[in-house]
């Protein structure tokens, strides 16, 4: 049992979306949005096998378990008490903008110039965006949960090719906890996820996506490809399609720019010539 549950395999895969799956099953009796989150406890499932919850000393991976958590508690907020839409996505914008800094400043001491700039401003432009953008789409569960499956496979696919092992753990049990939520709103009945879910699901593919660029080797340019995602989740799908093929359809969408991310970073570390 013990060497099952070191199998990173069985750490950042079933164990996530098995209890994202079971969690979400009990939770969606409950009603309101609560089905959400599942998705945090999945990811908070591979976060006590492979890295605990000892906050102390802070690391820039210690600071995104942190901030994804937190992140949980202000979607439960959100969809307590919803705020206008108007002005909130600056806001939140700005609020993720803060917390990205907060995990980045270690780095960002060691650099200057240009240099300084260009990661501090990339990175909270990155990180802001996918929280608003995956935040947004909270009333549109098929678009959402496929949205966040594709950026919590994509970051961590990236990442494990950026020699991050375990930001790539963090990244795929961030998809396969989405992808728990992305089974019971495709084949069950109308299944609310809220900001419960997108929230931390965008806060969590930003900084997993950041750390993999400032702390590994994933480039600049799977980022810009994983930016794609959220906006792949606003792309209109016919509503007169059958409810499943919807859901697939985002899934598939979603899923192109990161496959293509992973794809790339794969043949340019070595996998096939391009």
């Known amino acids: 049992m013990h060497d099952l549950l070191t199998n990173p395999a069985i750490q950042a895969g079933l164990i996530p979306f098995c209890t994202a799956l079971l969690l979400g099953l009990l939770l969606k009796r409950m009603g309101w949005y609560w089905t959400g989150l599942a998705l945090t406890a999945g990811?908070?499932?591979t976060v006590y096998l492979v890295v605990g919850f000892q906050f102390q000393p802070w690391t820039g991976t210690r600071k995104i378990i942190a901030l994804g958590l937190g992140a949980a508690g202000l979607g439960m907020l959100l969809d307590?008490?919803?705020?206008?839409?108007?002005?909130?996505s600056g806001l939140l914008f700005i609020i993720m903008g803060a917390a990205v800094l907060w995990m980045i400043w270690p780095v960002l001491q060691r650099r200057a110039g240009?240099?300084?700039?260009?990661?501090?401003?990339?990175?909270?432009?990155?990180?802001?965006?996918?929280?608003v953008a995956l935040e947004s789409l909270r009333s549109k569960p098929v678009q959402a949960v496929g949205a966040a499956v594709a950026l919590g496979f994509g970051t961590g696919g990236v990442a494990l090719l950026g020699a991050s092992a375990l930001l790539g753990e963090l990244g795929l049990a961030l998809g396969a906890a989405a992808g728990a939520?992305?089974?019971?709103?495709?084949?069950?009945?109308?299944?609310?996820?809220?900001s419960l879910a997108m929230?931390?699901?965008?806060?969590?593919?930003?900084?997993?996506?950041?750390?993999?660029?400032?702390?590994?080797?994933?480039?600049w340019y799977s980022l810009a490809l994983l930016a794609l995602v959220p906006a792949c989740g606003h792309v209109s799908i016919p509503t007169q399609w059958p409810h499943r093929l919807?859901?697939?359809?985002?899934?598939?969408?979603?899923?192109?720019?990161a496959g293509i991310a992973v794809w790339l970073l794969w043949h340019v570390a070595g996998g096939v010539p391009l």
């Open 43 to 45: 990811f908070a499932a």
């Open 80 to 88: 307590i008490y919803p705020w206008s839409r108007r002005w909130f």
């Open 114 to 131: 240009l240099d300084l700039w260009m990661a501090g401003i990339g990175s909270v432009v990155f990180g802001g965006w996918c929280a």
């Open 181 to 194: 939520l992305w089974l019971l709103v495709t084949f069950t009945r109308k299944t609310d996820i809220g």
């Open 199 to 219: 929230l931390p699901a965008g806060v969590l593919g930003g900084l997993i996506g950041i750390g993999g660029h400032l702390y590994a080797e994933v480039p």
């Open 246 to 257: 919807q859901a697939l359809a985002a899934l598939i969408l979603a899923g192109a720019p």
